[in-house]
């Protein structure tokens, strides 16, 4: 096994786990950082070592050697805030060169989706941290908005006609494979990840019932509505908070502007709604 320079996290979710695959096929050597190794993919030129972005020590000793760093956000919670800084501390720490992390498109203090405003505290510390970076904002997942229609084929939210230009999760994959095995190129650059349109949720609700044969329709809720549905789940204000933002985040058009990084930095145009639920359709 080669020396392995770059380290991936996030291995056993989708992002993480399909850029460690690229670079598996690439032939590049790899670190696979995960709080549970055992669910680690297994491939080739690739060691797996335990993390956890809350135990700083422990961090900075698995990332020992490694000089680019792939940083996928950690799950959402009340602390993850304090979990990244952490962890970047520790990469710091530990001689990391360069940092890829996954932002989100809009990323600011005052953002209407309230996650991104973590994300651009994040993206502060990181600057701040000495090491070189690279930022990927991403748009919500296609992925995503295609599983928004409830039971019953109604998607709800206090969207209104506002516009959001999601990308798969495939694309920001294949964008941070690039940049991880070239990341001199990329230094200091910030890249929106989206897809080749925005569309409203009237439009998605659209596509998605063409695609799979349903009645899908979009619902525009009034915030009050919002918050009254969601309470059937328990769950911290918090969380309330992000999953209705997460409409007002598209009405308000934080999520509406398009961006060419995916094709200019992987030389391939990023893929549709149509075309993903064409694909899955046939898988």
Known sequence: MGTARIAVTGVTGYVGGAVAALLADAGVAQVLLARDVGRAP????????????????????????????????????????EQHRTFVDAAAAAGVRHIVYTSFQGAAPDAVFTLSRTHAATEQHIEGSGMSWTFLRDSFYIDFLSSLPGDDGVIRGPAGDGRVAAVTRADVARVAARVLQAPEKHARRTYDLTGPEALTLAEVADIVGRATGR?????????????????????????????????????????????????????????????????????
């Open 42 to 81: 297994r491939l080739p030129n690739a060691q797996s070592r335990p993390v956890d972005y809350a135990d700083g020590e422990g961090a900075r000793r698995a990332m020992d050697g490694v000089e680019v760093l792939l940083m996928v956000s950690a799950a959402e919670s009340a602390g993850r805030l």
């Open 215 to 283: 009645t899908v329709r979009f619902h525009d809720e009034t915030i009050d509505e919002a918050y009254a549905s969601r309470r059937k789940w328990p769950a911290p204000q918090w969380q309330y908070d992000a999953w209705v933002s997460t409409y007002t985040a598209i009405a308000s058009g934080e999520l509406a502007a398009l961006s060419t990084a995916v094709r200019d930095v992987t030389g391939t145009a990023p893929t549709s709604l149509r075309d993903y639920l064409a694909a899955q359709s046939q898988a």
